[in-house]
């Protein structure tokens, strides 16, 4: 798959098959978040990959909107440090969200579905992924196959309109 194909096609999936996922495809995923981009290069992100069941159960409880995600047979804990300056956690934010778009895209380009959740609660976070305590687990990413609808390109986004969002030269 081309990139502008995988751009068309990535979709949030939150169904997903029993099916396990290829090693050397998620290891490819892996690599895509390495590869990102970061702030001065600082890299400051740590991906925990979690397979066994009752982890991903657990895991869920951490959020309300991450109770689909246990259903996906890899679920990717994106974990960073904690900083007291805002500034510095923004950007480590928007570091992350790179990192997490990129393995959504490969996740595309290789066939496999993938989805994202928040993460709030860091107490519960910390405790189940054994993570230290000047870490936090940010967001989670699903990837899997899809249960029904196989990855291919959407023609109608839900999107804004790109006169919308596009300006040009000012406002
Ligand atoms: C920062 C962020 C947090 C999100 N958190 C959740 C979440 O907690 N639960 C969920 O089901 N989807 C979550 N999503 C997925 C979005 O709802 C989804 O990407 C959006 O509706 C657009 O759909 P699409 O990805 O299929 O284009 C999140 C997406 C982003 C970018």
Redesign the pocket.
């Known amino acids: 798959m081309q990139t502008w194909d995988a751009l068309m096609a ?5 169904d997903y098959a029993d099916t396990a996922v290829d090693r050397g495809l998620l290891d490819r995923v892996l690599e895509a978040g390495r590869r990102s981009p970061s702030a001065r290069n600082v890299q400051r992100w740590d991906f925990v990959v979690v397979t066994d069941d009752a982890v991903k159960v657990d895991l869920a409880r951490t ?4 109770h ?1 995600t246990p259903g996906a047979p890899v679920v990717i804990a994106l974990i960073a440090p904690v900083v007291d300056d805002e500034h510095q956690r923004l950007s480590i934010e928007y570091d992350l ?1 790179q990192a ?1 778009a990129a393995m959504m895209l490969m996740a595309t380009d290789v066939g496999l579905g993938s ?5 709030r609660d860091q107490e519960l976070a910390r405790s189940i992924l054994g993570l230290p305590a000047d870490r936090y687990c940010s ?2 990413i699903t990837v899997g196959h899809p249960s029904h609808r196989p990855v291919s390109a ?1 023609t109608k ?3 804004r309109p790109i006169d919308d969002v596009v300006h040009w030269d000012r406002w």
């Open positions: 990535r979709r949030q999936v939150r959020w309300q909107g991450a689909w969200g997490a989805g994202q959740s928040s993460s967001k989670l959407i986004p839900d999107r």
